[in-house]
């Protein structure tokens, strides 16, 4: 209890300086934004009194050169604002002050009500001060000359009349006024400036002693711990906006740039995409440690060849971005190729292999056109895109009367269109039988499903949408409209619970974390039996994300669904992989199966393939048979199914004609 008591002390005794400074700046910081606030309306007040007394001297002069009575009346109403200032001067140095008079002549010198409260308490409390006391002096001798049109006022008030010799004499007098009260507001005002400039700077100066104070007692205790904040903070910072692997800035830094360079109209700026074209094979080759080398290497020589002005960003993967501040059309080009150069000279090797690198660049003049920060991206992206369209390792320029830039920019209305079909399932299954080569087995059903679009009573096979789907992201929702409505299908065929039905999954869905509840509610509500589904997915997409790819099969695998390997042979392809891909079946590329009768190098791939694939333990799926004589070569050689023409062309997916629901065990999806 005593070792407590002493703590407590010792933290009161450390801690009371820190507590008064505290209540001591709230106190003045309160203080202070009473005065202001009470300054402001004073300000205010005299503003009005100022212009009013001005008006009131105009309109008895329109009034005494032209007659017109609704002057007097306008002259009556600006002269209420000096006159009922005045009376609440005269009711606040009344012993006692009269508050309540006060308040209500401050209302009639058209003051806003809640103003009037702090007037009211700047002049009780602070006009002891002699700038405040000046300018109340100076208010009462303006005051006193300005009541010297109250007499004029009044007589002309009891005249509906007058001749030239009063009107000669109205003016006259005043002028005079005019000559007196000019002067004596004008020093009002400007000691009612001088004055709340003052006051302003003492509660500054006293503020800042206050705080000054406050910051010596902290400093000493608190140093250490700010310094590593601050450390913390600038670190969090720069990771914020910079790339971890690279250093260089991010797209968040990337894009909040372009954004102020598109604010500058008419600046000759310029953007730049850099694509590296063969960034994947150095990755899937080496690693992604090769991968990590190399866009480090690349990013350090991209950034010592362009200008002090430049800002190189990496927007992310092997993707890099150049914001070109004041750079012509031809500086931008020749930068642009000298990076190609740069990136085309790099020697990069990686456990003994050495690597060609290029580079496809694309460049946009954002100068002479307004550009929104999204269209600029679009346009350095499509650019990008065209020098990989026309060979890559290139440098292509933007410019709107590129007929193949026009073309790839029309193929974004895939999107709006792709948007629509889901939402109108304008969608429709076919699918395509798939034997057994031999022709023995069970008469079981296998089918692989395939998508098709009806756009104004027109077919459209895959080719027509499925790159634009790809490219933009939408194959994910392609994806789960053909499971949902697959699955739907499915339930209502007879025999289905013996069959095997094959989707074809995009690569983005095996990133897709989402996909796998998706997956399991839609097989709750069908009750179709996971393990009549086998999802295709191609080589490359499989490669391309190894490590994630075998997760995700191997999950959905747990489920029941069994998987292909579609195109296999077009890519990477390796027993390697094929021996860690937890596949069912290798689909044998059509490319290779189509001509393998008459092109000798087709025939011993097929072979290969086949042979590469019994020994990682798979079965073989041969598409494109369009005859019998590739039927029984792929006999000869030993494949075990075939899909094609000749076995069967694809044909609309629908449920029994009966449209009865065909009873099926509850699939475990647990």
């Known amino acids: 209890m005593t070792r407590s008591r002493k703590t407590t002390l010792r933290l009161v005794a450390v801690a009371w300086p820190f507590v008064l400074i505290v209540l001591l700046q709230t106190a003045l910081a309160t203080f202070s934004l009473q005065v202001t606030s009470s300054l402001r309306a004073f300000v205010s007040g005299e503003s009005l009194w100022s212009k009013g007394q001005h008006d009131a001297l105009y309109y008895l002069n329109r009034y005494a050169e032209s007659g017109n009575r609704s002057f007097v009346a306008r002259y009556h109403q600006a002269m209420a604002v000096p006159l009922g200032d005045r009376a609440a001067r005269l009711a606040l ?8 008079a006060a308040f209500r002549g401050f209302v009639a010198g058209g003051n806003h009500p809640d103003d009037i409260p702090n007037v009211i308490w700047l002049f009780r409390y602070f006009r002891w001060l002699p700038v405040m006391e ?10 006193g000359v300005l009541m010297q049109l109250l007499p004029i006022g009044e007589s002309i008030d009891t005249s509906r009349h007058i001749n030239e010799n009063d009107r000669r004499d109205i003016i ?10 000019t002067p004596l507001t004008k020093r009002f005002s400007d000691r009612l400036g001088e004055g709340t400039r003052q006051v302003q700077t003492v509660l500054l100066v006293s503020n800042a002693v206050m705080a000054l104070v406050f910051i010596l007692l902290t400093v000493w205790r608190l140093n250490s711990f700010l310094a590593h904040r601050r450390a913390i903070e600038e670190q969090l910072s720069h990771t914020a906006n910079h790339d971890d692997l690279t250093g260089l800035p991010n797209r968040r830094l990337f894009e909040d740039r372009l954004t102020r360079a598109l604010a500058e109209p008419g600046s000759p700026h310029a953007l730049m995409f850099i694509d590296l074209d063969q960034f ?11 991968g990590d080398a190399l866009l480090r290497r690349i990013s350090h020589d991209l950034d010592k060849a362009i200008r002090g002005v430049d800002l190189l960003a990496r927007l992310g993967g092997d993707e890099f971005g150049i914001i070109l501040p004041n750079c012509t059309p031809e500086d931008a080009l020749r930068i642009g190729l000298r990076l190609r150069e740069i990136a085309e000279a790099i020697d990069f090797v990686w456990n003994g292999h050495r690597y060609s690198i290029s580079a496809s660049i694309g460049v946009v003049h954002l100068a002479g056109l307004s550009y929104t920060l999204q269209e600029a991206l679009r346009a350095a992206d499509i650019a990008c895109y065209m020098a990989k369209e026309k060979g890559r390792n290139r440098v292509h320029v933007f410019e709107t009367t590129d007929a193949a830039q026009t073309q790839f920019t029309a193929n974004l209305n895939w999107v709006q269109r792709l948007h629509r079909a889901l939402e109108e399932d304008s969608f429709r299954l076919f699918s395509q039988k798939i034997a057994t080569v031999d022709g023995a087995g069970a008469p079981a059903e296998h089918r692989e499903i395939l998508l098709r679009l009806e756009e104004d009573g027109k077919l459209l096979a895959p080719g027509a949408f499925i790159p634009a789907a790809e490219r933009f992201g ?8 053909v499971v949902r409505h697959a699955l739907d299908i499915i339930s209502r065929r007879t025999g289905a619970a013996s069959g095997t039905y094959s989707i074809n999954l995009s690569g983005l869905t095996l990133k897709d974390d989402t996909f796998l509840p998706f997956l399991r509610e839609m097989l709750r509500r069908s009750r179709v039996p996971a393990d009549v589904l086998c ?18 099969m191997n999950a959905m695998r747990a489920m029941g669904c069994r998987f292909a390997l579609d195109d296999f042979g077009v890519g990477m392809s390796s027993l390697t992989y094929l021996k860690r891909l937890p596949v069912d079946y290798v689909k044998i590329d059509g490319s290779f199966v189509r001509d393998m009768l008459t092109d000798k190098a087709d025939w011993m791939t097929v072979e290969m393939i086949n042979q590469i694939s019994h020994l990682a333990g798979r079965e073989t799926i041969a598409e494109f048979v369009e005859n019998a004589d590739i039927l029984t070569a792929l006999r000869t050689i030993g494949v075990d199914y075939a899909q094609g023409y000749f076995l069967g062309r694809p044909e609309p997916f629908l449920p029994d004609a009966s449209g009865t629901v065909i009873p099926l065990r509850r699939a475990d999806v647990a």
């Open 280 to 290: 994947k094979a150095v990755n899937d080759n080496g690693g992604h440690a090769a």
């Open 93 to 100: 140095e009344a012993d006692p002050p009269d508050l309540d």
């Open 474 to 481: 939408l194959m994910p929702a392609l994806d789960r409209w």
């Open 535 to 552: 999802f295709e997915i191609t080589e490359t997409s499989a490669i391309e994300n190894l490590d994630d790819a075998i997760a995700f």
């Open 134 to 143: 000046a300018c109340i002096r100076d208010w009462r001798t303006a005051e």
């Open 172 to 181: 006259r007098q005043l002028d005079e006024i005019n000559a007196l009260v």
